[in-house]
């Protein structure tokens, strides 16, 4: 048995396999490929379209708009993120729910009392939050300012 291997391993290895083999008949076209330029020419307008939009909305969500900081008077101590981009249960819940649960909200608010705090001269007693449209979380920046602050235990705000 061993023997009838080693003859039929010989004569293998003297033949020359090619890798290639044929499955079907080329076919001929009928008519020459061209490619569908104005099918690339949507697709990439739509693939453009939602690249724009995605970074639109990143944009609006992780970044202050910096037109409006360059022309303030003061420095920018800080900013809160979009909170309901953040948390899509932001209306259910309450402010010192999210304030405690959602890490993001806790860290920028911890992040603006300390530069807050880090920028007064002199012992400050009015904070105020502004902002140049209506709806975009001056309360809620306020609430969580509030919160941070009484986190020092000092009563020197109002």
Request: net charge positive; proline share 4%; glycine share 2%.
């Amino acid at each position: 048995m061993f023997l009838m291997r080693l003859k039929e391993t010989r004569l293998t290895n003297n033949l020359n396999l090619s890798t290639a083999t044929i499955t079907d008949v080329a076919k001929i076209p009928l008519a020459p490929f061209k490619p569908k330029k104005s099918l690339i020419l949507v697709l990439v307008i739509l693939l453009t379209l939602m690249v724009l939009v995605a970074h639109a909305l990143l944009h609006a969500v992780f970044f202050v708009n910096q037109d409006n900081v360059a022309n303030l008077p003061v420095p920018l101590l800080g900013s809160l993120p979009n909170l309901k981009a953040i948390d899509k249960k932001f209306q259910q819940r309450s402010p010192q729910q999210l304030f405690l649960n959602n890490r993001m909200i806790f860290e920028a608010a911890q992040s603006l009392r300390t530069a807050l705090q880090l920028s007064a001269k002199a012992q400050q007693q009015v904070i105020m939050v502004t902002s140049s449209t209506i709806g975009e979380g001056k309360s809620t920046s306020a609430i969580y300012l509030a919160m941070a602050l009484a986190q020092t235990q000092q009563n020197n705000y109002y």
